[in-house]
């Protein structure tokens, strides 16, 4: 049997790349291990196999056509054939499954997909995208403002709605419900959606701008759906779904469906998997798997993250700050005809940070406040209006300090998150 | 505000119970950092709220009511109000969500979660589990012999098709496609489903023992479900759906269509958030998912591993023994009407690790031989058969060496194996 080590192999136009950092096990070298790893994600398993013919080695096994003993970096080239057109659990299965658990490695991290033209294909993409949910908004020159509703449940559905209302009325674009709030016993989702939607139709008649708020229908399929199709006929345009904890087999049916809905995607979870350095998935694959299922807005991280204790603590960008930018970069990669994911920074933000926030992500970005609205010390309305007093000021570039003399709401803000 | 530490707090019946392994980031100590996941995983966040009344907060707050600095371990108990009944993607992406990206935690793990009935009552659980696999397969008295077709993918489905039914004939009861097989090019789903059935039915009139093959429906969820139910109106018994891969609302879903078919749950990818015992979420946590959802069998380790490389590696069982058990153990829990799940052990078998299996998981058991049956020097056939004479042996508590003398194809494969 030949090997799965062809260093001189140039990946096919139709291949798929899979870039693994490796840890081998101590006993092992990392040109042997990639070998397995090639092996046990494509067609081999851990003994010689008489049923695996030569016609069959050579036309599907993986290549491993790349090894930097320095970095521990390894590339493997995958021929098309391997993968179902449009299943990502079945690429899942195959490149980001078995690996994990060899006892050949110690830690591996699936760092990228290389997708080709030919396998993009095959997927829808997001259906609005940046352009698209710019659209809807009628908001082209600044981020959009996002508001999560706080606490994350206890509120009635009235209270939900007054509160959407209220920072919708005073600068928010987009109003969300929190990732544990499906439909609770004292708040249904029916009830939440037939209230909101109400008031954030009055706040957009009052305010001569369309809002958007996205009702989480994370739950079993069949729920989904039906919570989906009922935000659609009481005219809702979005719903959020937590692509993590739902599932990529849920995220892909719902797309497909097209029912015309903006899909908001949070991604409570991920971390148990991403954030491990060495080990796990990449949230940059996380990310280009979103785009191509058709999710339209992706929480990508907020690089100044949530600041726990608040006060007095310097904001850390280095290596977080690495990995959002080539997350969102490359999630502007030109993908053929999918369109683009619009970012969306959201946990532990607040006024102070937006100036960084827009420096280091740019303008095509969805910026979420929960308690950075809702924790203002005057409260929701005030928050939302120093949000967006905060993001007036970037945009027409004077410094925050400067901007917050002549308005109160923002001065009270930094004034309280910054001592 | 009153805080989410209460050490003399008694979980109340209807509660729910997180046990979480926890290493604080450096500057915090243990019970402030239980205290910001108890927040984050229900109704608080990083700052005070002016929207979070005391009213919410006593009914709906987490309780963190057991820490101990020693073993790094907290317990927090949630009011069931939380939950939504029956939605596995909101419980998680509430208590197993947004607590593993906090900057508080270095590293944190979700090592068990403990339901009250109340909560569990909601759930199907399994249509089968062990007692309903037993009786569709009539065999009460030994594990069930299962196989992987190999190579993983490549076969056309006639091959396919062929070769489950040498091993069908050769003593394995359960034939299953491999996770990365799903529809391919080469071999499409629904011709693998008639080819496959057909020889089936003619091993199961031959041998007079009905058989089973779980055929990979992973995929996004309206596919999945059509091709469930092709398995059913062509006569078959068993489905085989990748959990993490496609996600927990699919698996609900499927369960909650009620086809009739045996759901057989493979777990490629676990091991990106399951294998670092400090980061991430417990095998446990997932097999107890799994058995809320309504998995019938399920893959839950082998103990003695991929035998990466074979020859002269020794059994290490510690740990890993150890979780399993309990993991096996736990499933058969007292779970009110829910039905128990069978395990599967598969990965790295052969005939020689099969007394030492079953002593470690006892019988009730399917274990599953890929390489350990198409790998046998003498072919599948010889594989099967030698499986089938390693089962047989430790029934009749021969020792293996002895009945290799009168079984030669058990006597080949301990030699080629154990060499």
């Not at 997909?113 to 082209?140: C, M, T």
């Not at 015309?260 to 971390?271: C, D, K, T, V, Y």
Request: with cysteine; charged share 25%; hydrophobic share 40%.
């Amino acid at each position: 049997m030949p090997s799965y080590l062809k260093l001189s192999y140039k990946p096919q136009k139709n291949d798929i790349v899979a870039i693994y950092k490796v840890e081998p096990s101590r006993e092992l070298g990392l040109k042997e291990v990639a070998q397995k790893i090639a092996a046990e994600s494509s067609i081999g398993t851990w003994t010689k196999l008489t049923t695996l013919r030569e016609d069959i080695f050579n036309k599907l096994s993986a290549k491993v056509f790349y090894v930097s003993e320095k970095r521990k970096i390894i590339k493997i080239s995958y021929p098309i054939e391997l993968f179902e057109p449009g299943n990502i659990p079945q690429l899942l299965s195959s490149i980001a499954g078995n690996v994990f658990s060899m006892k050949a490695v110690k830690n591996l991290r699936l760092e990228d997909i290389q997708f080709s033209e030919k396998y993009i294909a095959d997927f829808p993409g997001p259906n609005f995208g940046i352009e698209g949910v710019r659209k809807v908004l009628g908001i082209y020159n600044r981020p959009i403002i996002g508001s999560i509703i706080k606490p994350k449940v206890g509120l009635t559905p009235k209270e939900q709605a007054i509160l959407a209302y209220e920072v919708f009325k005073n600068g928010v674009d987009l109003v969300k419900d929190d990732e544990n709030l499906t439909s609770l016993s004292f708040d249904k989702f029916e009830s939440r959606v037939k209230n909101v939607l109400r008031l954030k139709k009055r706040a957009e008649k009052e305010t001569g701008s369309p809002k958007l708020y996205a009702f989480n229908i994370t739950s079993p399929v069949d729920v989904m759906l039906q919570r989906a199709k009922f935000v659609r006929k009481n005219g809702g345009r979005c719903v959020m779904i937590d692509i993590i904890s739902c599932g990529w087999s849920a995220v892909q049916y719902l797309r497909n469906q097209n029912l015309g809905l903006i899909l908001h995607g949070h991604r409570a979870g991920h971390s148990a998997f991403t954030r491990d350095k060495r080990h796990g998935i990449s949230m940059l694959v996380v990310a280009k798997l979103a785009r191509l299922a058709g999710i339209d807005q992706l929480h990508t991280g907020t690089v100044v993250g949530k600041m726990e204790g608040g006060e007095n603590e310097v904001l850390k960008i280095d290596e977080l700050l690495k990995e959002d930018w080539e997350g969102i970069d490359k999630l502007r990669e030109n993908w053929g005809k999918l369109k683009a994911v619009m970012p969306i920074a959201s946990g532990g933000l607040h006024p102070a940070l937006v100036p960084q926030l827009l420096k280091i992500l740019g303008k095509d970005l969805i910026i979420n406040f929960g308690g950075g609205i809702h924790g203002h010390p005057q409260g929701s309305q005030a928050g939302a209006r120093a949000v967006q007093q905060a993001v007036e000021a970037v945009i027409k570039k004077i410094p925050l300090n400067n901007f917050a003399r002549e308005h109160k709401e923002l001065r009270e803000a930094l004034d309280y998150w910054r001592k």
